[in-house]
């Protein structure tokens, strides 16, 4: 990694933030409050690995919180149907692919703008959560499937051993494959990107379908750790993903970002707003802070593109 880029900084800041928390906050370097840290950002650092790629590509997807809660409901009313919960679990996959499927649709071939369309299916899938189960919470879930969810290997939980695969399998589609490098120049110039033979539309719509079927995982994730589907799961973690992802160095106006960076952020975000809640800080202020880091995110980075295109005098 490079000392003069965006995401160096990240890690460094990341570095600085832990070591003052571990320092000054009571609590905060005990390997049962690492393990619920990590476990804590699960859902939100699988989705920012399927945001990465769609925001890399020039475009957004402000939906994939509300399609976990839709899989979630889907999830809760199946299993209070009597089906196996074997079933049930690629059935939300497929449902979240769907629901991304429908998105990249509306947005390759109808030309409307992402950030348009997904504000639309933001609500219209967290509607469609509420229609499908109502205000109900599904509590009575496999004993085995919710202990897997919290189970750790030492102080890092299950789940962060996913997230990692998955993160290393992203990073090397984006960064050492022509797909990722295709994603990289659509996103940087789409009109020169078709011309060079890049099937522009057919990569975007896939983007989206793995975002909506990852947005799937998370939600098996979410249910099985909270011991609870219910159509209001995951409100507002788009915000979170999204400041995540621009945190971690990746260009909102796309063709440039990388995982390592995203990770970074990931994990930057949850230990200062883990740090904020061992100290007692009000929940109002935790959102100042997370919408405060979003704006320099998005800020800091197009400062520094500026000062370093700013010719000499």
């Known amino acids: 990694m490079r000392v003069d880029r965006w995401e160096t900084l990240v890690v460094a800041l990341l570095a600085a933030v832990t070591v003052a928390a571990s320092l000054g906050v009571d609590g905060f370097a005990n390997g049962s409050n690492v393990g619920f840290l990590l476990l804590d950002v699960t859902e939100i650092a699988l989705m920012a690995l399927t945001m990465t790629l769609v925001i890399v590509a020039a475009e957004i997807d402000l939906s994939v919180a509300s399609t976990l809660g839709l899989c979630c409901a889907v999830l809760g009313r199946l299993w209070t149907a009597g089906l196996p919960i074997e079933t049930i679990m690629p059935i939300c996959l497929v449902v979240g692919a769907l629901a991304g499927a429908l998105n990249g649709l509306l947005v390759t071939r109808l030309g409307l703008p992402s950030l348009a369309v997904t504000i639309g299916t933001f609500a219209l899938y967290r509607g469609l959560a509420y229609v499908i189960l109502g205000d109900q919470a599904v509590a009575d879930l496999p004993p085995a499937y919710t202990s897997l969810a919290t189970q750790s290997v030492g102080p890092i939980p299950l789940m962060t051993l996913l997230v990692a695969a998955l993160a290393v399998a992203a990073g090397i589609l984006l960064h050492a494959t022509g797909l990722g490098r295709a994603i990289t120049a659509l996103g940087a110039n789409e009109e020169a990107a078709y011309f060079a033979g890049i ?43 999204v400041a995540a992802v621009l945190l971690g160095g990746v260009s909102i106006f796309g063709g440039r970002g990388t995982l390592p960076g995203v990770v970074a952020a990931v994990l930057l975000l949850a230990v200062v707003r883990n740090a904020l809640i061992l100290a007692d800080v009000a929940n109002e202020v935790l959102n100042f802070v997370t919408g405060l880091l979003l704006v320099a995110s998005v800020l800091a980075p197009n400062l520094k593109v500026r000062l370093e295109r700013k010719p000499v005098q």
């Open 199 to 241: 099937r522009v539309k057919r990569i975007k719509f896939w983007l989206f379908v793995a975002s909506g079927a990852m947005a799937g995982l998370a939600s098996l994730v979410f249910t099985f750790r909270y011991a609870s589907a219910r159509a209001d799961n995951g409100v507002g973690l788009e915000l979170a993903v």
